[in-house]
């Protein structure tokens, strides 16, 4: 069972049989409706997870990123980041700028960081990318691998795309896919689901 409280500024999902000392915080991606990524936050809470689905001003991530430090008190939890596209570039400018609230950083559909390096960092990082993103290539991926956390680990999904890593349609200049959204989602599930349990041992 998972409790879904929404506000102007989020959504949370929250187990009502468990929960677990790791909480995931969501950024959505640029000019999407966060309620896209709601199944997958869902899924998420239903492991024991609370997930926030923080709800950028105009759908745009870099618009007062920081509100998330109104939503949430990061000096009494322990959270992992995540995000996509869009999303993915302000969570990381978030571990850039203050690392220490956050326990992991989880990256999928995005060729961020690219203005800043990360590569410092010891926070553990995953990073899925789909090899018909016509928003994110895997050129770009690559060529930013370098500015990562260190140890951080990529993941193709391999006939996927950029739409389909949110229940967003086929998005303008996006390439189509080669696998089903139900797989797609699939495997973003199940990479996200072993990373933040891997963490949440840990703490």
Not at 87 to 114: C, D, W
């Amino acid at each position: 069972m998972v409790s879904v409280i929404e506000t102007d500024d989020q959504i949370s999902f929250t187990s009502k049989i468990s929960e677990n000392k790791l909480e995931v915080v969501f950024f959505q991606g640029g000019l999407n409706d966060p309620k896209a990524y709601a199944p997958l936050c869902r899924k998420i809470a239903e492991k024991g997870f609370t997930c926030h689905l923080i709800k950028m001003d105009w759908r745009l991530p870099p618009y007062d990123y920081q509100k998330v430090f109104k939503l949430i008190d990061t000096t009494a939890g322990n959270y992992a980041i995540r995000g996509h596209s869009q999303g993915e570039k302000i969570a990381a400018q978030l571990v850039y700028e203050n690392p220490n609230p956050f326990k992991g950083l989880f990256l999928m559909g995005t060729s961020h960081p690219r203005d800043i390096d990360l590569s410092n960092q010891n926070i553990p990082c995953i990073k899925l990318y789909a090899d018909h993103d016509g928003l994110a290539s895997v050129e770009e991926v690559l060529e930013n691998k370098s500015k990562l956390p260190k140890h951080s680990k990529l993941i193709l999904i391999a006939g996927g795309n950029h739409s389909q890593f949110g229940y967003l349609g086929q998005l303008l200049m996006d390439s189509s896919s080669e696998i089903s959204l139900e797989e797609q989602q699939k495997q973003t599930y199940n990479h996200l689901i072993n990373f933040i349990s891997s963490i949440g041992k840990s703490i």
